[in-house]
């Protein structure tokens, strides 16, 4: 679905992060393809990629699905803080945006969001201008909330994040979600420049591919 490079105006990389079971991996697949999902819990980092036109540009988003914080904390144990601190930093570099994911029905993964996840941007993300968007998932769970809107969005302005409430289940605001998004990305003119140098740079190597002699030994 949209996975070849094709020809695009900006590519910008997104991570999407927060507990483990709020539904990340469902808010990605239901925006990929338009449909829910059964899904078992995400190990390790995955991504994909869709190409849509927002604000009139054609833009490619390779969205990121993290490890959970325990998973992360075994890579920590396993491989030592320096190599933690590597992967770790690696997967939030050069972000243009990061969302961040809680449930509206348990207020642990809400308060996990500035306790933890919040602070982890800080740490890692190398990108000043990155824009950061807080979303509060399963309000098709309604009787079952414990955060209410209102709390969202004042850890939204306190954080200096956009704010969404949606539904993975019944796919409201899902879209809206990575457009408001990607719309925010399009006013910030040093994430347009690093979109469109990643485009550059990707349409450069692929001409290199294809000039490179068929058969024979390489240098
Ligand atoms: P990890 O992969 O462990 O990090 O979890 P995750 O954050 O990716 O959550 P995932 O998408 O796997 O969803 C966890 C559970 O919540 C699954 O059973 C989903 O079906 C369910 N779920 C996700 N989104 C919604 C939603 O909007 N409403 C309801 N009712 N259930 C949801």
């Not at 390779?62 to 959970?68: K, L, M, P, S, Y």
């Not at 602070?119 to 968007?133: A, G, R």
Request: with cysteine.
């Amino acid at each position: 679905m949209g996975s070849s490079s094709g020809s695009c105006d900006y590519s910008f990389k997104i991570l999407l992060i927060g507990d483990s079971g709020v539904g990340k991996s469902s808010l990605l697949v239901t925006f990929i393809s338009n449909s829910v999902q059964h899904l078992s819990p995400t190990i390790g980092v995955d991504f994909k990629i869709k190409q849509l036109i927002v604000g009139g540009k054609r833009l490619k988003l390779t969205i990121w699905d993290t490890v959970t914080s325990s998973l992360a904390y075994h890579v920590y144990i396993a491989a030592g803080q320096e190599r933690f601190r590597t992967v770790t930093s690696s997967y939030y570099r050069a972000a243009q945006g990061i969302i961040l994911v809680y449930d509206v029905t348990r207020r642990e993964s809400f308060t996990n969001l500035a306790d933890v996840w919040a602070k982890e941007v800080e740490l890692y993300s190398t990108n000043q201008d990155c824009i950061k968007m807080l979303v509060g998932n399963k309000v098709d769970r309604d009787i079952e909330r414990e955060v209410t809107r209102e709390e969202g969005i004042a850890l939204a302005q306190e954080h200096k994040c956009i704010f969404i409430e949606c539904s993975a289940k019944t796919q409201q605001n899902v879209q809206q979600c990575f457009e408001e998004l990607a719309l925010k990305i399009l006013e910030v003119p040093s994430l347009l420049e690093e979109g469109s140098t990643v485009v550059k740079r990707n349409s450069l190597k692929q001409k290199q591919v294809h000039k490179a002699p068929s058969g024979g030994c390489c240098s």
